[in-house]
């Protein structure tokens, strides 16, 4: 099975069957499981914020979301995120690909917590099979995007400051809240992670200020965008995995 976790525009695409709700020893996922189809393709798909959005980024329960598909036997999770930019040419309205990130969030992200010490390698953080999916697919459509990129995740559910956003830019090319914390609990447990970003505004390093109603309209645009390239992206998915993602604990326990 195909995990999606994003925004509740996906719905619309998600030819849904039911909808489970999975206890895990995390407590409770962001809201019921939603389960169904796209191109024929078995799909679980979780609101990150709640079906209603309700939950702040900070009280994701994270680890529950991907626990929950974890159970449901997804293998592949892809991950929609909407984010600001931190340099001029990734303009809103682009689509972003990261290939790596820096998590500056202040929460730990971990199923390993004691009993035992586990250090996954982090150092490709994506699943190099599901970023050329994704990477062909913006192709054949001919939409804005870029194939590389850095995401730099702060915990939120302030936006930053002037002076950190000035920072992060040093570093980094896009910047959110959610993204990061669900590929390194994807890596520790083997699934296969992606994140496809939609760039919604310049983050506050810029000088001209963006409005509610621009970024609100950069938002509805990209939704449209997304569930193009989620249907075509799924379509393509094939039934075997050629990449390592699953064994990403191997050699990882001291």
């Known amino acids: 099975m195909i995990g999606i976790i994003g925004g509740t525009g996906i719905y619309d695409i998600l030819d849904i069957k039911e909808y489970k709700k999975v206890f895990t020893p995390f407590g409770n996922p962001s809201d019921l499981v939603a389960i169904g189809n796209i191109k024929n393709k078995k799909v679980a798909f979780i609101p990150r914020h709640g079906n209603k959005h309700t939950i702040p980024p900070h009280k994701i329960n994270n680890k529950a979301n991907l626990w929950a598909f974890k159970e449901l036997n997804v293998t592949r999770v892809i991950s929609i995120c909407a984010t600001g930019s931190l340099k001029e040419e990734y303009k809103p309205g682009d689509i972003v690909i990261p290939d790596q990130f820096i998590d500056f969030g202040k929460s730990?992200?971990?199923?390993?917590?004691?009993?035992?010490v586990v250090h996954v390698s982090m150092a490709d953080p994506f699943c190099f099979e599901l970023r050329e999916i994704v990477i062909e697919t913006l192709k054949e459509l001919n939409f804005r995007f870029h194939e590389k990129g850095t995401y730099l995740r702060i915990s939120g559910p302030q936006f930053s400051t002037r002076a950190a956003s000035k920072m992060y830019r040093n570093f980094a090319d896009i910047i959110g809240m959610t993204g990061t914390s669900e590929a390194i609990l994807?890596?520790?447990?083997?699934?296969?992670?992606?994140?496809?970003?939609?760039?919604?505004?310049?983050?506050?390093?810029?000088?001209?200020?963006?409005?509610?109603?621009?970024?609100?309209?950069?938002?509805?645009?990209?939704?449209?965008?997304?569930?193009?390239?989620?249907?075509r992206v799924i379509e393509k998915i094939p039934e075997e995995r050629k990449c390592d993602c699953k064994n990403s604990l191997e050699g990882a326990e001291i």
Request: net charge negative; proline share 2%.
């Open 186 to 231: 994807a890596r520790e447990l083997g699934i296969c992670h992606v994140i496809i970003s939609a760039i919604t505004d310049y983050d506050v390093w810029a000088e001209r200020p963006v409005s509610a109603k621009e970024v609100i309209n950069v938002m509805k645009e990209n939704e449209e965008k997304i569930k193009i390239i989620i249907k």
């Open 108 to 116: 730990i992200e971990t199923f390993y917590d004691g009993g035992k």
